[in-house]
C-alpha cells in the first residue's frame, strides 16, 4: 500500500511582502496564484521570483481580491492561506474591527466557497482575541466553518451569527464544513529572533477527519537564560564577554542551574545571532555586497519605545500607520546608543533569506516587513498543517499509484 501522490498545492490572499508565502512553499507547497493589491509589495514579489529558487514559477496577480473568480479553482487546490489585513484589528490601529472596510474576511470565506481547499489558514495581529472584538471573532470562526451558510441579503452580522450558531447544533445536511482551531503563537518560541505574537486559524475540510491540536515550542527563553547565564555558552559562542545577570532574574536562574538543561528545546534567538556577521551600516549608503543593507539617521528614543537589546530577540518589528514608528524598529546597542535597523537586518529579524529583496522606498520596505508573517513561523505551522492532511489521506493500491 502507498500514500497518494498527489500534489500539495496552495493559492494565497493577501501575500504582501511573502513571509507567509515562503514559509508554506519551504513546506512543499506549490503556489498556483499570490493575490495582493500594493503595488510595491508586487514588485517584491515578481522581482524575488526571477531570482530566489523557491520563488521560479509564482504567478503573482495584483489588483483587488473582490474582483478574482475563484470557481475555476474549484477541487485543484490543498491550502488556500490568507495573510488578511491585520490594521481593522491591530492594537496600535483604530480599533474598529468588523466596521473596517479593509476587513477583508468575508474575501477569505467567499474564496473557501469557490475552492473548498482541503485546509485553510489565515494570519491574524493579537488584537483579533480582544475581548470587544470576542463576538466578532466567534463570527468568523462559524463562517469558516460553514463557508456556504452564507448571509441574507441586509441581514446583519449578529443575526447570521446566530444562524451559524444553530447549524453548530443542527449541522445541515451536503454543507461544506470545516474543522476550525485557533492558536496564539509567539514566534520567539519557534526559532524567529523577535517577540512577535501571532494568531492563526486553522481549517481543515470536515471529511479529512483531521484534529488539529496546535503546535509545540521548539525554542524557550529558558534555554536562552540558560545558555547566557548559566554554562556561558551563548558569550564563548559569540565571542564576547560575559555579563552578569540582572538582578531581577536572578532568583529565576538559580532554579534553572538546578533543573538542568532541556533534552527538547532549544534557546531563544537574539538579535545578535541575527546581524553578528553584519558590518555596521552608513547611512544613506547600499553595501555593494548586501541587498537592502543602507542606514537610516533620525532614531531617537523615548519612553516605552527604547529599541530592541542585541541579546534578546527583538521587539515587535511594526508597519506604522503613518510610517515607521519613531521609537520602533530601533537597535539598542550595550552602551545604550540606537540606530534603526537596516530593511536587511530587520528581513533577518522575520527570518527572510539573505538573497529576498524588498522593492520600494526605506518605508515602504519596513511597511511590508512590519506587516509580514515570519518565514520560520510560517513554515512551521504549514508544515505540520500537510503533515496532519498527508497522515489522512486514503491509501490506495501501490500498483495503481505507480500508474498514476
Not at 73 to 100: I, M, R
Not at 198 to 219: C, K, M, N, Y
Not at 283 to 300: C, K, L, M, T
Not at 356 to 364: D, I, T, V
Amino acid at each position: 500500500m502507498a500514500k497518494q501522490s498527489q500534489p500539495f498545492t496552495s493559492i494565497e490572499l493577501f501575500t504582501g511582502a511573502g513571509g507567509l508565502a515562503l514559509g508554506v512553499a519551504q513546506a512543499g507547497f506549490r503556489h498556483i496564484g499570490l493575490y495582493e493589491w500594493n503595488r510595491d509589495a508586487c514588485a517584491t514579489l515578481r522581482d524575488n521570483s526571477l531570482r530566489v529558487e523557491l520563488m521560479s514559477g509564482w504567478s503573482v496577480h495584483e489588483g483587488d481580491v473582490h474582483e478574482v473568480d475563484f470557481w475555476p479553482l474549484e477541487g485543484g487546490v490543498t491550502l488556500l492561506a490568507a495573510g488578511a489585513p491585520c490594521q481593522p484589528f491591530s492594537l496600535g490601529g483604530k480599533h474598529l474591527g468588523d466596521a473596517d472596510d479593509r476587513n477583508l474576511f468575508p474575501e477569505v470565506f467567499r474564496a473557501a466557497r469557490e475552492m473548498r481547499p482541503e485546509m485553510v489558514l489565515v494570519e491574524n495581529v493579537k488584537g483579533l482575541l480582544r475581548t470587544s472584538f470576542g463576538d466578532y471573532f466567534r463570527y468568523i470562526e462559524l463562517q469558516l466553518s460553514y463557508p456556504e451558510l452564507m448571509p441574507r441579503p441586509n441581514e446583519v452580522w449578529r443575526d447570521h451569527k446566530a444562524r451559524l450558531e444553530k447549524a453548530v447544533q443542527h449541522p445541515p445536511r451536503d454543507t461544506l464544513r470545516y474543522t476550525v482551531k485557533t492558536q496564539l503563537l509567539q514566534a520567539a518560541d519557534f526559532g524567529v529572533p523577535q517577540r512577535r505574537e501571532r494568531v492563526f486559524i486553522t481549517a481543515f475540510r470536515e471529511d479529512l477527519g483531521v484534529q488539529w491540536s496546535g503546535l509545540v515550542p521548539t525554542h524557550t527563553e529558558n534555554e536562552l537564560l540558560r545558555a547566557k547565564y548559566v554554562t556561558g555558552d551563548y558569550w564563548d559562542e559569540h565571542q564576547l564577554p560575559a555579563q552578569k545577570a540582572p538582578e531581577r532574574l536572578r532568583r529565576r536562574i538559580g532554579r534553572l542551574s538546578s533543573d538542568g538543561s532541556s533534552l527538547f528545546e532549544k534557546r531563544w534567538r537574539t538579535v545578535w545571532d541575527a546581524i553578528d556577521d553584519m558590518p555596521e551600516p552608513v547611512d544613506y549608503e547600499e553595501h555593494p555586497n548586501i541587498f537592502n543593507h543602507v542606514g537610516q539617521p533620525g532614531a531617537r528614543s523615548y519612553p516605552g519605545h527604547t529599541g530592541s537589546p542585541l541579546h534578546e530577540p527583538a521587539k515587535t518589528l511594526k508597519a506604522g500607520g503613518h510610517g515607521v514608528p519613531g521609537g520602533e524598529n530601533m537597535l539598542r546597542r550595550d552602551d545604550g546608543s540606537i540606530r534603526y535597523f537596516t530593511v536587511r537586518e530587520s528581513a533577518r529579524l522575520q527570518t527572510f533569506p539573505d538573497d529576498y529583496r524588498l522593492q520600494g522606498s526605506w518605508g515602504e520596505a519596513m511597511r511590508q516587513l512590519g506587516n509580514a508573517v515570519p518565514v520560520e513561523l510560517a513554515h512551521a505551522v504549514a508544515s505540520e498543517m500537510r503533515r496532519l492532511v498527508e497522515a489522512a489521506r486514503p491509501l490506495e493500491e501501490e500498483g495503481a499509484a505507480r500508474v498514476a
